[in-house]
């Protein structure tokens, strides 16, 4: 069964993400209390997932132990492909939400990690960004379900 693994929010750019139990998210604006929410928020900034299992194999192979919510992402995920969900929506718990693109990685992130090979080991690693189309509350343990 795919679901949420994990998830977490920063209440502003350049700080720690903090791990939570829930996350409230509304309709084309964000995840409430996060660094990105606003109104008539961009649909590449409102939501990102990633593979909790792209970040085991992460730490594996570089035999590290970075904590999953440190890749700077919302929802950490569990048994579901996220690259394959391009162009499709989601059912995230009572979320619906609509796979705007892959979220690869930045600078930004290499530096927070201090490792140098970020960029180049989740390139296609990196998760994906949604745009909210349903307003509600995602918790963690969710079931992840897709839609089209």
């Known amino acids: 069964m795919s679901k949420v693994f994990k998830l977490g929010i920063a209440n502003s750019n350049n700080k720690k993400i903090n791990e939570v139990s829930s996350i409230d998210v509304l309709t084309n ?9 606003k109104d008539f928020n961009d649909p590449y900034c409102q939501l990102s997932l990633i593979e909790s299992e792209n970040i085991d194999y992460y730490n594996i192979k570089y035999g590290l132990k970075i904590p999953y919510i440190d890749f700077r992402r919302n929802v950490v995920t569990k048994g579901i492909k996220l690259n394959e969900l391009v162009g499709k929506k989601l059912l995230i718990g009572n979320v619906k939400v609509e796979v705007i693109d892959l979220c690869r990685p930045c600078k930004h992130l290499t530096e927070m990690l201090n490792q140098d090979n970020i960029l ?29």
């Open 120 to 148: 180049k080991e989740f390139f296609k690693r990196g998760g994906i960004r949604c745009q909210i189309l349903s307003s509600s509350k995602i918790n963690s343990g969710d079931k992840i379900e897709i839609l089209d």
């Open 29 to 37: 604006k964000g995840v409430v209390g996060d660094r990105h929410f």
